[in-house]
């Protein structure tokens, strides 16, 4: 049972498409983030969201663009992706305060062909 | 920036043995320090934290410890079982919530 529901599970996109990823949970969680993993890697961290607004932003390209339209949704817009673009994108929840666990969601396999 | 070290990389254990993984971390504001844990092909999910009030935390047959002075803390796992094959990464978090640095994990190999 995930909590954090992402989707799709599986993207495949060539370099010109649009594609967006999704992601929701129903934890009453205040913040939400992007991760992306690489094989054998730790998460890496993109975005962080509290309360709604951009927080953290680590230097992504601009080619991802997130969007938190409520407390319950994230999206992950994808535009001109290069072929190093290919991961795993974890979103993940928690409380927003400190000392709180993240909740990851299972994920979205992305590959940019 | 925080800092966080994972050893080892690998470990391979014999089933019923225990398991030793620690991680170093540089910045002295982490207060928070959970460990995730990663089977292949799914998500990291929390198997234990420990926050830096509290020297060690046990659930079963996971053991947490921290030592703040050295800036250390490391996950003990007894009584291993084949089904504690995974990934394993540590993680600290400077008492905000929002950042979280992992470490770069350990596959622990459970042979049966």
């Known amino acids: 049972d995930t909590e954090v529901t992402q989707t799709p599970k599986h993207l495949v996109m060539g370099m010109t498409n649009k594609k967006s990823l999704k992601c929701e949970q129903h934890?009453?969680?205040?913040?939400m983030y992007w991760y992306k993993q690489k094989a054998k890697k730790p998460p890496e961290l993109m975005f962080v969201?509290?309360?709604?607004?951009?927080?953290i932003n680590e230097s992504v390209p601009s080619r991802f663009s997130p969007e938190c339209p409520n407390s319950s949704l994230l999206n992950l817009h994808l535009h001109a992706l290069q072929p190093e673009d290919s991961a795993l994108y974890l979103c993940?929840?928690?409380?927003?305060?400190?000392?709180?666990?993240?909740?990851f969601g299972n994920g979205t396999r992305l590959t940019v062909t | 920036g925080e800092n966080v070290e994972q050893h080892p990389s690998t470990l391979s254990v014999q089933e019923g043995d225990s398991a030793v993984i620690k991680c170093t971390y540089s910045d002295s504001a982490s207060n928070y320090f959970p460990w995730y844990k990663q089977e292949l092909g799914k998500r990291p999910q929390l198997i234990i934290d420990?926050?830096?009030?509290?020297g060690e935390k046990k659930d079963q047959r996971i053991a947490v410890t921290l030592n703040k002075t050295a800036k250390h803390f490391s996950l003990h796992i007894t009584e291993t079982q084949p089904e504690d094959s995974a990934v394993y990464f540590c993680?600290?978090?400077?008492?905000?919530?929002?950042?979280?640095?992992f470490g770069t994990g350990t596959k622990l190999q459970v042979i049966p």
């Open positions: 993680a600290a978090s400077p008492g905000g919530y929002q950042k979280v640095t």
């Open positions: 934890m009453g969680h205040r913040a």
């Open positions: 969201y509290s309360y709604e607004k951009l927080s």
């Open positions: 993940a929840s928690s409380q927003a305060r400190g000392g709180s666990p993240l909740h």
């Open positions: 420990i926050r830096s009030n509290v």
